[in-house]
């Protein structure tokens, strides 16, 4: 549920940060790559936890 969040919640505050910063590109590049990366490592962690869960029943 959390990921649907975020990725629902990912366009508006896009669209806030360029409003709130104009002369920063930075900022916008890094809300969107951000993502890109954070997603998939949560994937990740959250299918090894429960691999770590199921070994020890």
Do not use: C, H, W, Y
């Not at 790559?33 to 299918?47: A, C, D, M, N, R």
Request: charged share 15%; hydrophobic share 60%; aromatic share 4%.
């Amino acid at each position: 549920m959390s990921l649907t969040i975020i990725a629902r919640n990912s366009p508006v505050s896009l669209a806030i940060a360029i409003i709130a910063f104009p002369d920063q590109p930075l900022t916008a590049l890094a809300l969107v790559i951000g993502p890109l990366i954070e997603l998939p490592l949560l994937e990740i962690v959250s299918q090894l936890l429960l691999m770590f869960r199921k070994d020890e029943n």
